[in-house]
């Protein structure tokens, strides 16, 4: 499942990054709500306006971590972030990208992974 969350999401998706799942359910601590995907078992985030429903088809491991290979087989987009053309317009989903350890949105620096647990100082 690949839940693309706008801007607005960004310090739920940055303390969901910093916590494990193990030890806290992160929706509850966050605020995130779990619905049913169209296809899938696994369940999507409900604020999240695009929704990418995947099946695992190969995990690689690269040492660090794992590589998923999947498959999509459903996308949920809600109607307020398409455009006329039925296309997606990225100013009103407003989607953000991890990239090292910096978050962008569309060329601007939103912040620093690990900025909801972590003081300026120390990063």
Same mark, same amino acid.
């Given at each position: 499942?690949? @839940?693309?969350? /706008?801007?607005?999401?960004? &310090? @739920?998706?940055?303390?969901?990054? #910093?916590? +494990? ?14 619905? /049913?995907? +169209?296809?899938?078992?696994? *369940?999507?985030?409900?604020?999240? *306006?695009? @929704?990418? &429903?995947?099946?695992?088809? !190969?995990?690689? /491991? ?12 459903? %996308? !949920? ?5 398409? @455009? ?10 407003? *989607? ?20 909801? %647990?972590?003081?300026?100082?120390? #990063?």
């Amino acid at each position: 499942m690949v @839940n693309v969350p /706008p801007e607005r999401l960004l &310090e @739920n998706v940055d303390y969901c990054g #910093m916590v +494990s799942g193990r030890e806290v359910d992160k929706c509850e601590a966050t605020g995130l709500t779990r619905a /049913p995907a +169209s296809l899938l078992k696994t *369940p999507i985030i409900a604020e999240c *306006p695009i @929704n990418i &429903e995947c099946r695992v088809t !190969q995990i690689i /491991p690269l040492g660090t971590h794992d590589l998923f290979i999947g498959e999509v087989v459903a %996308v !949920q987009i809600d109607e307020e972030v398409l @455009n006329e053309r039925g296309r997606i317009d990225y100013e009103k989903a407003r *989607p953000f990208a991890f990239a090292g350890d910096e978050y962008w949105s569309l060329g601007s620096l939103l912040e620093k992974y690990g900025f909801t %647990v972590v003081d300026d100082e120390e #990063m």
